[in-house]
């Protein structure tokens, strides 16, 4: 089985920073894309990062520079280091990735519970 964790949620003030964690445990063979995702309340999940195995990256038109996605194979993990922080950013932030746990299992894509990032003053 596969299981992602996410860690780094809390309340912030505006115009503060926040660093996400997502680790993933349980059986790994290869990680392929990965990304973070946010819901607010009342609202649709929407994207906010993603990243290839090679490192590349996609936005959402809402993050414009303030935050940035990595990933660290070695350690399974991926990581959403987010900057000036607004209220409208307040939501639950979840991650997702797409993954192949076994030799001659197909790759499927899995998430974790969410955690919660709060900006308010």
């Known amino acids: 089985q596969v299981h992602l964790a996410e860690s780094g949620g809390g309340l912030v003030q505006p115009g503060g920073s926040l660093r996400l964690s997502c680790l993933a445990s349980?059986?790994?063979?290869?990680?392929?894309?990965m990304g973070w995702y946010r819901q607010a309340p009342g609202k649709q999940r929407e994207l906010v990062a993603t990243?290839?195995?090679?490192?590349?990256?996609n936005y959402g038109d809402f993050v414009r520079g303030r935050f940035g996605i990595s990933r660290d194979d070695s350690k399974n993990s991926m990581y959403l280091q987010m900057n000036w922080l607004k209220p409208d950013d307040t939501a639950v932030y979840s991650c997702?990735?797409?993954?192949?746990?076994?030799?001659?299992?197909?790759?499927?894509?899995?998430w974790g519970q969410g955690t919660q990032v709060t900006v308010s003053s």
């Open positions: 990243i290839s195995p090679e490192g590349r990256s």
């Open positions: 997702n990735a797409r993954i192949k746990p076994r030799i001659g299992a197909p790759a499927g894509d899995y």
């Open positions: 349980g059986s790994i063979l290869i990680m392929y894309d």
